[in-house]
């Protein structure tokens, strides 16, 4: 699957992976709006606030003012994205929006339909 992954997508398994090891967090995650721009996230995991990374890419996307989603990455130790995350992907992209997953050595392992 990585061999015919776009150049875009990977790009955002690229940057989340960055994120996640930057921050040693759990989860790195990204995702690119309607005009391109990319919004790159890790875990939060506060006293007081907790979301995931993809919740937090998401939510960064639309204090930018991002109208929508083309794609989503999430990277993690995860077997899947769960339904919160795909479910806070929905929310701004639509249910076809694709979320990737993958591994922390970036290997894509699936590709699911936010909705």
Same mark, same amino acid.
Request: glycine fraction near 8%; avoid cysteine.
């Given at each position: 699957?990585? $061999?015919?992954? =776009?150049? $875009? =997508?990977?790009?955002?398994?690229?940057?989340?992976?960055?994120? %996640?090891?930057?921050? #040693? @967090? *759990?989860?790195?995650? #990204?995702? %690119?709006? $309607?005009?391109?721009?990319?919004?790159?996230?890790?875990? &939060?995991?506060?006293?007081?606030?907790? /979301?995931?990374? /993809?919740?937090?890419?998401?939510?960064?996307? &639309?204090?930018?003012? !991002?109208?929508?989603?083309?794609?989503?990455? /999430? @990277?993690?130790? !995860?077997?899947?994205?769960?339904? $919160? =995350?795909?479910? #806070? &992907?929905?929310? /701004?992209?639509? *249910?076809?929006?694709?979320v990737l997953l993958a591994g922390p050595d970036g290997t894509v392992r699936g590709t &699911?339909?936010?909705?």
């Amino acid at each position: 699957m990585t $061999e015919t992954l =776009d150049p $875009e =997508d990977r790009k955002l398994i690229t940057l989340a992976r960055a994120a %996640r090891a930057r921050n #040693a @967090v *759990p989860e790195g995650a #990204a995702v %690119r709006d $309607e005009t391109g721009r990319t919004y790159v996230a890790g875990t &939060v995991a506060l006293d007081s606030l907790r /979301l995931s990374a /993809l919740q937090t890419a998401v939510a960064m996307a &639309v204090a930018s003012g !991002a109208k929508s989603l083309e794609a989503a990455a /999430l @990277v993690s130790e !995860a077997a899947a994205a769960q339904a $919160e =995350d795909r479910a #806070a &992907v929905r929310d /701004l992209g639509g *249910p076809d929006t694709p979320v990737l997953l993958a591994g922390p050595d970036g290997t894509v392992r699936g590709t &699911v339909a936010a909705g």
